[in-house]
């Protein structure tokens, strides 16, 4: 089983930036990859950016050029920073820890407003 808590949600005002922090623990043994889901309200849940145990990257195109995905190995945490914030950013905010099996934060809340 792998446990994973994340951070750093909240309101922020269009334009403006938050970073989320999903830090994972448990039965991990090192090939892995992790990333950032949401879900806005009446709509499923949407990749947003991953990361790959040898650092690959993949972003939604709409968050291009504004949210920047990393991880820190040795914690086992997994960063989404966000910038440039719009209201359609506005979403629970999931983080996803991918080891044979899909395991899933608690998520958190992101508001932007305009």
């Known amino acids: 089983q792998v446990q994973l808590v994340e951070s750093g949600g909240g309101l922020v005002q269009a334009g403006g930036s938050l970073r989320l922090s999903c830090v994972a623990s448990g039965n991990i043994f090192g090939f892995s990859t992790m990333g950032w889901y949401r879900r806005s309200p009446g709509k499923q849940r949407d990749l947003v950016a991953v990361i790959t145990r040898s650092g690959t990257t993949n972003y939604a195109e709409a968050v291009k050029g504004r949210f920047t995905i990393s991880r820190d190995y040795a914690k086992n945490t997994v960063y989404l920073q966000m910038n440039s914030l719009k209201p359609e950013d506005t979403a629970v905010y999931y983080c996803?820890?991918?080891?044979?099996?899909?395991?899933w934060g608690q998520g958190t809340q992101v508001t932007v407003s305009s």
């Open positions: 996803n820890f991918h080891q044979v099996y899909d395991y």
